[in-house]
């Protein structure tokens, strides 16, 4: 069976009609070495493995993307799968179950599929709990998964 996808707009009072469907998939993010080394400024974190292009490639083969830099995409690559009408704001509320599960390797494309797995009404606001997975071009591992909770009001 096709899981069921939603079309890329959708109103505030329909979001608990759409709980089990896929919400849709992003387009390809370039994950580079000047993403990487950006992200490594603003975060102090500077560890070899993600930085030391000569020492990475001798010792892991290149490299590699930071979780959090990961993590980080979701507010990026969200913005183009779900459109949601008749809201003023959203605001982060937390994640839950993040995994990271496979390496992002410098140069490498992801991007994100996503679905709703809950929409709780909770005091004029609605409580959305997006099931979220970070793929890796032309891997079957996806390098992160998490559910990421968000709190919307009309």
Not at 32 to 57: L, M, N, S, Y
Request: a negative charge.
């Amino acid at each position: 069976m096709l899981a069921q996808t939603v079309d890329a707009k959708v109103r505030f009072e329909d979001l608990p009609s759409l709980v089990g469907c896929e919400l849709g998939v992003s387009d390809w993010f370039t994950i580079d070495q000047p993403r990487i080394d950006g992200f490594a400024e603003v975060t102090e974190d500077r560890q070899w493995i993600h930085c030391d292009v000569d020492r990475a490639k001798a010792e892991i083969g290149g490299t590699i993307a930071h979780g959090f830099l990961t993590l980080s995409m979701l507010t990026a690559m969200t913005q183009q799968i779900l459109q949601i009408e008749g809201f003023s704001r959203g605001i982060n509320y937390g994640f839950d179950k993040v995994r990271f599960r496979a390496p992002v390797p410098a140069g490498a494309r992801v991007r994100l599929r996503e679905k709703l797995r809950s929409a709780e009404r909770r005091a004029g606001a609605m409580l959305l709990t997006r099931e979220c997975s970070i793929e890796i071009e032309g891997q079957t591992r996806p390098a992160m998964t998490a559910e990421w909770i968000g709190v919307y009001y009309p």
